[in-house]
């Protein structure tokens, strides 16, 4: 049976949304087991409320009849899982080999500077999170980062100008 | 002749195929010689006869490995084909090609696999910072749904198949099949004991191929234009095409499909471009980060399995990176030492515990407080980190960099020690 509650904090359980709870329905559909979905549905809740905290964590357990353990062990073993809350955009930013050899720490310098925050650190306005990520699988155009879905290439310190005045200009 | 059975509808300057267009250049032409009565032995054995080696890493024959899987009235009756396209090999960029330039190319090679070892659910297991990738990879299979490729009774063949993307959450260690199979079952995703072996337990206990992205991508070419022709790509030992990547300080860095047996030096300064002015080549790795560091002097090798092999290095995933004479070199080891460390699932000790230790000594060489007693504890952790030592490779993939780079770069380590900063840095 799965837990509802944190006994030692009293965190409960919140209430998936229909729109969750319909995405979560879809990928059972697709494996043989709800275990197998345990990843799915946290991305699904993750895209929804931005974050997964405790309170989704518990409601995906008790909807999947999944120990809370097993589940935060699959939370926190993945990368994009993130169980604190972020900014409106997650900067993920490679700094594996390929881009290190092109430069990446000068750029990492320049974001820095530029957002006031490292890696791990969100701005005060909570428009951005700033994380480093494994080798983005683009080395031909090092040195390289995503903003949210989107992949920026070839990055100089002029272009990383332009890309963070771009998504402070959205709503 | 087709020359280029990967990349031959792949301009990136446009969108993928979509599937009419693709069958018009070939396309699903194999599947329709399984309707016409091509048995799943008979693609086992072209397969076989073709000599294709895995292009995940091992290089192990395709083949062979499908023939693990139990066959007949006996074996169980459901199976999975699974293709890893988890890429995230440092300095590896050539499946994102692939999936976003030709996805029907990859669900062809499937529908190929999953029928030769009878499997009716195939995944792809896509690595979830390949956000382009999995767009064209919905859009294909939905397209091949539609025109009867996927799902019930394939072509009139009795045979089905059903699809599923599979999207991760970014971890190195899910490349490694056996974890794999852990985190499509929505486990952490640490490698699993083998033997049994995936072939006969894997995926939910059931029979499982796993295969790599650019090895699917073979199977069409191999099926449509034959193994005679599949012989021909190459003059070498090995055969077919290969993609092959070059990142670092060359003039133009990018992905090529070539003939296995091409030589480094025509893939470096053909493709290539050369280095760029100012800058000479001091080393590189072969086949993504966790290779052995090859030198100058082997540029005029031709780039097949055993060549590379005998000068202690691994072709693996073909997609080079370049080490220039102006970036130094301890840094570039302790860049992949980070990642190594970062990477490590945490199951098994030596791996867990033994590269954050080693990656916190490149530290202390970065901020010139490396010792000789640290290059002396560097060295012993080749040994304990080694093959045999740990519970999977990700560890002895990690002492591929480490235990080349000690002996190719023993004086920039012992530089850094003498100087107690690094030389590189102005």
């Known amino acids: ?171 | 002749m087709v020359t280029k059975p990967l990349t031959k509808n792949i301009d990136m300057s446009r969108p993928p195929l979509d599937i009419n267009a693709y069958e018009a250049n070939d396309g699903y032409q194999s599947i329709k010689a399984i309707a016409a009565g091509l048995s799943p032995g008979d693609v086992l054995q072209v397969v076989k006869d073709s000599g294709l080696k895995g292009r995940g890493g091992a290089g192990f024959p395709t083949g062979l490995k499908w023939s693990f899987v139990p066959q007949g009235d006996n074996a169980p009756k459901q199976k999975y084909f699974v293709v890893n396209a988890d890429e995230m090999e440092p300095g590896t960029f050539k499946d994102r090609l692939l999936m976003e330039g030709d996805p029907h190319l990859l669900l062809e090679g499937m529908i190929l696999g999953s029928y030769t070892i009878q499997a009716s659910v195939a995944y792809i297991f896509l690595r979830g910072e390949y956000k382009a990738s999995e767009n064209t990879l919905r859009q294909a299979i939905s397209e091949a749904y539609d025109k009867g490729y996927l799902g019930k009774n394939i072509l009139n063949t009795g045979f089905d198949l059903d699809i599923i993307l599979h999207t991760s959450a970014g971890r190195y260690i899910c490349g490694e099949e056996t974890a794999l199979l852990n985190a499509l079952e929505g486990k952490r995703a640490n490698p699993r004991a083998k033997p049994p072996f995936p072939q006969v337990s894997g995926l939910w206990g059931k029979p499982t191929i796993v295969n790599n992205v650019e090895t699917v991508c073979n199977l069409p070419g191999i099926l449509t234009y034959g193994v005679d022709w599949y012989h021909g790509l190459t003059e070498g030992i090995d055969h077919g095409t290969k993609l092959f990547g070059i990142s670092g300080r060359v003039k133009t860095p990018g992905c090529w499909e070539l003939p296995l047996g091409v030589t480094i030096r025509e893939v470096i300064e053909k493709y290539g471009g050369g280095m760029r002015e100012g800058y000479g080549l001091r080393a590189f790795l072969p086949g993504g980060g966790s290779t052995d560091f090859m030198l100058p002097e082997h540029l005029d090798l031709p780039f097949d399995y055993d060549e590379i092999a005998k000068v202690g290095s691994r072709l693996a995933t073909g997609t080079m990176i370049l080490l220039d004479d102006k970036t130094c070199p301890v840094g570039m080891i302790g860049n992949l030492m980070k990642f190594f460390a970062h990477e490590s699932c945490g199951f098994c000790t030596p791996c867990r515990d033994g590269l954050p230790w080693v990656d916190e000594i490149f530290n202390e060489f970065e901020s010139g407080r490396g010792s000789e007693k640290d290059l002396q504890i560097l060295h012993e952790h080749v040994d304990y980190l080694g093959p045999g030592r740990t519970f999977c490779a990700l560890a002895p993939g990690a002492t591929a960099p480490l235990g080349s780079g000690l002996r190719i770069f023993a004086e920039d380590f012992h530089r850094h020690i003498k100087e107690k900063r690094c030389p590189y840095k102005h």
């Open chain 1, 1 to 171: 049976m799965s837990e509802n509650l944190i006994a030692t904090t009293a965190i409960k359980a919140r209430q998936l949304s229909e729109e969750e709870i319909k995405e979560i329905e879809h990928e059972l559909e697709l494996y043989p087991d709800k275990q197998a979905v345990g990843l799915e549905a946290l991305k699904i809740v993750q895209k929804h409320q931005g974050w997964v905290s405790d309170e989704s964590l518990l409601a995906i357990s008790k909807y999947l009849d999944l120990p809370v353990a097993d589940l935060e062990s699959v939370a926190t073993f993945f990368n994009l899982v993130y169980r604190q809350p972020v900014g409106k955009n997650v900067i993920l930013f490679c700094n594996s080999v390929s881009c290190w050899i092109m430069g990446c720490d000068e750029m990492r310098t320049h974001i820095n500077d530029k957002l006031g925050v490292d890696f791990g650190g969100t701005t005060e306005d909570g428009r951005f999170t700033f994380l480093p990520v494994p080798c983005l699988g683009d080395c031909d155009r090092a040195p390289v980062m995503m903003v949210g879905d989107d992949l920026h290439r070839n990055l100089t310190p002029e272009k990383i100008n332009q890309i963070i005045s771009d998504y402070q200009g959205k709503a």
